[in-house]
């Protein structure tokens, strides 16, 4: 079974920057839509950013001007670049990607395994 495997989080200072990366663990026949959300504690998980396999992106307000996502379609992967963070950024970041693993099987949704990502002085 592929898995999404995200890497690139950690603890940064207010005003820092981070990249995140994600990619399947193995290969996949398409992908099509992939993306980045968060969780912090006790809320709910909120879209940060998604991309389609055109390029095409959309962005919560929240993050507007300070991340970009992009994706290496050759790679199969996505990238969520973080800059100016803010403590309130400070979250478990999951990826998502909307995959076919062979062309015999439908389209699904795949989700990884979360990466921390914490800001504060």
């Known amino acids: 079974q592929v898995q999404l495997v995200e890497s690139g989080g950690g603890l940064v200072q207010p005003g820092g920057s981070l990249r995140l990366s994600c990619a399947p663990s193995?290969?996949?026949?398409?992908?099509?839509?992939m993306g980045w959300f968060r969780q912090a504690p006790g809320k709910e998980r909120d879209l940060v950013a998604t991309?389609?396999?055109?390029?095409?992106?959309n962005y919560a307000d929240s993050v507007k001007g300070r991340f970009t996502i992009s994706r290496d379609n050759d790679k199969n992967t996505v990238y969520l670049q973080m800059n100016s963070l803010k403590p309130e950024d400070t979250a478990v970041y999951y990826c998502?990607?909307?995959?076919?693993?062979?062309?015999?099987?439908?389209?699904?949704?795949?989700w990884g395994q979360g990466t921390q990502v914490t800001v504060s002085s």
């Open positions: 998502n990607a909307k995959l076919r693993m062979s062309y015999r099987r439908a389209p699904g949704e795949y």
């Open positions: 193995g290969s996949v026949y398409s992908i099509n839509d």
């Open positions: 991309i389609t396999s055109g390029g095409s992106t």
